[in-house]
């Protein structure tokens, strides 16, 4: 053991009482560290220079400790004899004090020894140890140090031993322990090391611990905490660790657990447990009246861990803190009660913090929990994307709180399924411990939704009127603005049960939403906007899966919504559009259905209109890119497939729709809070942000991958996930969350799976997408190499290198490349287009020079391939320089990246239409080939044999379009330069007619 644990195990001591001065080399620290230890624990007060604070002077810390120590205790080794400071205590000891010398090497009479040292210990008793420091023998080496006389007054004496000390601590915590803990009271202390070891393993998918910047692995919770404690239980540090997780996730449960380990062991630590929920019940319940007798409840606790202290002031303090809330509950004196009481401990502290209840920041409130915890774990709820650690955690759940199954069929396989259908995102041990017991009762109705579930969970505290009522109280706690902090709200039995669980609160939320939809009078002219408040805003997924059950539960129901739409929908404002248009989406009944469908087509030609309208500002362009995405999503759920298509391609061309698309999903799936009422719409990406969303969009995409429902709806949750990705490689190191470094393995994995269906072929643009995000996840995650946004224009100007092969092969001089061929398709287009045809509507001159501008692009990738060598394989050529296009134009769906819609534009018009503009464009680019034979030939005619100039001239027979062949007549056959070339091998008449 190093020097520096040492300190961190004993402790040196300060105080007026005798005590032992300790000298030793630091290099035997090893060897010294263990003796100590049993010595502290044997009651013996000593001091040694760890006890030295910052500050002091060094020498003048140890003289002065020295000479007011009853004796000095020296572990003599050829070390020490070779340390100046060692030597230096040795001989102020010899004039001052008495030495107990304890050597620690195998030889009797050291040779090491000078003659000095050898006369100054002469006249002491030594200890010869070394054969002792076995762990067999080491206590004999202990009881032979504790037998000198002069050691006796530095032994602590106090009014009760250790072990009644403890057991007074136990005491204390007693009246705060929940009956979870106290049915392993009495346990033995590997019964109790069991039972953390059962805790352990329920946690472990879900525990997260780190320590400022270095994380720990989330195994043997339990032991790794204790070892946290047990290191760091010395430093100078008073907060040492904070537990933060969502309500319900049995945080409590590990910390008693841990209390109790820490009770049972003979370690030196005095750990007290304290419940400030007991508190809060205590005033719920009336027992106590907060303003006048709270203070004196939490003082009188606070003197008792003071007096139980004193009675041994070498036992280390530690208060666990549970209960520590960060939404508002009403009793919020309670913490700084009890915050000022605790500073007023010399005492370790440990708090454990209920978090995520709330999304209003109104009631964010942690006094207790500074940003100075050394140590912070995060307890998470488990999404149920990964089955085998869903099943994994539900069995321990079902082992860990004794929950019996109704029948031999159902399993923890069978209730994950069970989940899956009920549409639950995360799972945690509150939700088995106490919602799946009411699903077992019901487990073999299959017509029982999560709605359904939740209304039996609130049953078992409130009537229907109270559970309508507390509804309210919830959307008024999560959205609303009213003040609760004096409210009598927070000693109500309905607080209690939307407090039970974040879930509770949003399937209350949920009903309130529903009630108020069917309080809507769809008879009045004019509906009061006071009456609409519920719908301006965004619902997030944790919500919505219970208002889709409770909405398609009664036909009559989904006749309202249509017959509210058709009347009310051009007087709502955008989020209340929304929150209709999602309505709309999810209608169940067939008939409804067709209904639905007509409304939505007939929102959805009027939002694309709005969505292109020019001269619009920022805000309604946000507001109609929103719109036309919640619309777009409704008919792509009922089945739209065009729609999909129109979509799929402004998420792929249009940066708003693509920011808006990852910015909703933050907010439906949690990562990002919504408060409704907002003038302004906040739906841009947060690349710190995303985990929620990340794990939902996966649990959905492996569910219909599972089902093999490969829809237009799978397609778009796999592109919002990899434009995610795509946005925070964009970030900055900095920014980006290592969890997303993780994440890239499993989104290439999903992309295989998906580009091995058939489905994907019906959505050829996003099929490729896939393919080109495959390997940008490969080059940024897998090769590490950083992203820039320069390297895209990097690529592209790559273009300029690649030479056209047939020159090449001819061994022409400074031959044409790539994109000089491009340019002079484009100036020949230029030149010799008409700005009009006659009789054709369909051309359009500015087309076809944007097509000729890029048309040869992609053979930056692929280099130039000739004619001949092209024919041959026209289509694999063609899907070759296709991929490769796309990618290159799908980079412009980076952030940092201006949009490529212009060329993708350009890009498709040459390779998808095939229209007359392609036709004549496709001539030019064969003319120009041919002009540049024609010029080289005139340079140089050996280069060219005569089949080979044969083949080049009567290429012109082979342009198709009427404005083509009157190009090559003005451009070739008319050319004073090229002449004798065509004369030479071209019928010019033949050609004319």
């Known amino acids: 053991m190093n020097e520096n644990n040492v300190y961190k195990t004993v402790g040196a001591y300060e105080g007026k009482e005798p005590y032992i001065f300790v000298s030793y080399a630091h290099a035997n620290a090893d060897v010294v560290t263990p ?152 346990y033995s202390l590997e019964q109790t090391k069991n039972e953390v070891k059962k805790i352990s393993r329920l946690f472990e998918e879900i525990f997260y611990i780190k320590h400022f910047d270095n994380q720990f692995p989330a195994k043997d919770i339990a032991e790794t905490i204790i070892s946290v404690i047990k290191d760091n239980i010395g430093n100078s540090r008073k907060n040492l660790l904070k537990i933060k997780g969502p309500l319900g996730s049995y945080k409590n449960r590990l910390l008693q657990y841990i209390y109790l380990l820490l009770e049972k062991e003979d370690n030196g630590i005095l750990p007290f447990y304290i419940d400030l929920s007991m508190y809060e019940k205590s005033i719920e319940k009336g027992n106590i009246n907060e303003k006048s007798e709270l203070e004196q409840l ?271 929908y051009e007087q709502f404002s955008v989020l209340e559009k929304n929150q209709l248009i999602f309505l709309l989406g999810r209608l169940k009944n067939r008939t409804s259905i067709e209904e639905s469908k007509a409304l939505l087509k007939t929102y959805y030609q009027e939002a694309l209109d709005n969505y292109f309208t020019k001269d619009t500002t920022i805000t309604e362009q946000n507001q109609n890119a929103f719109l036309l995405r919640t619309i777009s999503i409704s008919l792509m759920v009922l089945g739209e497939k065009q729609v999909a298509d129109r979509y799929f391609d402004l998420l792929l061309n249009d940066k708003l729709s693509n920011e808006i698309n990852r910015g909703f999903h933050l907010i439906y799936y949690g990562d990002k809070s919504y408060i409704p009422n907002k003038t302004r719409l906040e739906l841009s990406d947060d690349p ?152 054709c509507e369909e051309y359009d001159k500015n087309e076809v020079l944007n097509m000729l501008l890029i048309h040869d692009l992609g053979e930056y990738r692929t280099g130039d391939i000739a004619r001949p060598d092209k024919e041959k394989h026209q289509t694999e050529y063609d899907e070759n320089e296709n991929e490769i296009m796309q990618g290159m134009l799908f980079s412009g769906t980076y952030p940092s990246a201006q949009s490529l819609s212009f060329l993708t534009k350009c890009w498709d018009d040459w390779f998808y239409v095939k229209n007359i503009n392609f036709e004549i464009a496709k001539d030019i680019d064969n003319i120009q080939a041919i002009y540049q034979f024609c010029k080289y030939y005139s340079v140089d005619n050996t280069k060219f044999d005569k089949e080979d100039a044969r083949n080049w001239i009567e290429g012109i027979y082979d342009i198709k379009t009427v404005i083509g062949r009157n190009i090559v007549k003005k451009l070739i056959l008319s050319n004073p330069i090229f002449i004798d070339i065509v004369q030479a091998f071209c019928d010019e008449g033949e050609y004319y007619e």
């Open 35 to 186: 003796i100590l230890d049993q010595l502290h624990n044997a009651g013996y007060r000593f001091w040694f220079d760890e006890g030295i604070y910052s500050g002091d002077v060094w020498r003048e810390a140890v003289a002065s400790h020295l000479l007011s120590s009853k004796c000095v205790l020296a572990f003599i080794s050829k070390e020490f004899c070779e340390s100046k400071n060692c030597k230096d205590e040795i001989n102020l000891a010899h004039e001052h004090s008495t030495i107990i010398p304890v050597f620690i090497d195998a030889i009797k009479t050291p040779t090491y020894l000078s003659a000095g040292m050898l006369m100054t210990l002469s006249g002491y008793n030594a200890i010869y140890g070394l054969h002792y420091l076995s762990n067999r023998q080491s206590q004999t080496l202990i009881d032979k140090i504790c037998n000198s006389e002069e050691m006796a007054e530095c032994k602590r004496i106090t009014s009760k031993d250790n072990h009644q000390i403890v057991k007074s601590t136990l005491k204390f915590s007693e009246g705060f322990l929940h009956s979870g803990a106290l049915n392993i009271m009495d």
């Open 298 to 568: 939490v003082q009188n606790h606070f003197e008792q861990i003071k007096t139980i202290i004193t009675e041994d002031p070498n036992n280390k303090p530690i208060v666990i803190i549970d209960g520590v809330r960060d939404f508002s509950s009403g009793h919020d004196r309670i913490y700084s009660i009890t915050k000022k009481y605790l500073s007023q401990i010399n005492c370790k502290v440990i708090i454990s913090l209920d978090t995520d209840f709330t999304n209003n920041h109104k009631f964010t409130l942690h006094p207790l929990s500074g940003s100075d915890f050394e140590f912070f774990i995060r307890i998470n709820s488990m999404n149920t994307n990964n089955k085998e650690a869903c099943v994994e955690f539900i069995k321990n759940c079902l082992d860990t709180f004794h929950i019996a199954l109704p029948s031999n069929t159902v399993d923890a396989t069978y209730i994950y399924n069970r989940l899956l259908k009920l549409n639950i995102i995360n799972l945690d041990a509150y939700w088995i411990s106490n919602i799946l017991r009411e699903m077992l009762g019901n487990v073999l109705n299959p017509e029982l939704t999560v709605s359904d579930l939740y209304e039996l969970i609130c049953k078992k505290e409130l009537d229907n009127a109270q559970i309508n009522s507390a509804a309210q109280l919830a959307y008024d706690y999560e959205y609303g603005t009213t003040d609760f902090s004096n409210s009598d709200f927070y000693f109500d039995v309905r607080w209690k049960t939307m407090r039970k669980h974040r879930s509770v609160l949003e399937y209350l939320i949920a009903r309130y939403y529903v009630i108020k939809f069917k309080e809507l009078d769809i008879e009045k002219k004019d509906v009061d906007e006071k009456q609409l408040h519920f719908l301006s805003m965004i619902l997030p997924k944790s919500i919505t899966i219970f208002v889709t059950p409770m909405i398609n539960q009664l036909d009559v129901f989904e006749g309202k919504i249509l017959r509210f739409a058709t009347k009310y």
């Open 688 to 839: 710190k942000r995303g985990k929620m969303t990340f794990n939902a969009l996966y649990s959905s995409i492996v569910g219909k991958i599972n089902a093999h429902t490969y829809n237009n709806m799978l397609f778009l949750e796999l592109f919002t996930l990899c434009s995610l990705m795509q946005a925070r490689i964009d970030s900055s190191v900095s920014k980006r969350s290592m969890f997303y470094d993780r994440y890239a393995e499993v989104v290439i994995n999903l992309i295989d799976e998906v580009l091995m269906s058939r489905k994907i072929k019906e959505y050829e643009k996003m099929k490729l997408y896939f393919q080109w995000m495959r390997a940008e996840l490969n080059k940024y995650y897998r090769d590490n190499k950083q992203f820039s946004s320069a390297d895209i224009y990097n690529d592209y100007n790559n273009a300029a290198k690649i030479k056209r092969t047939g020159w090449v092969r001819r061994d022409i001089r400074e031959p044409e490349n790539i994109v000089e061929h491009m340019y002079n398709c484009w100036l020949m287009a230029a030149f010799y287009l008409p700005e009009i045809i006659p009789d």
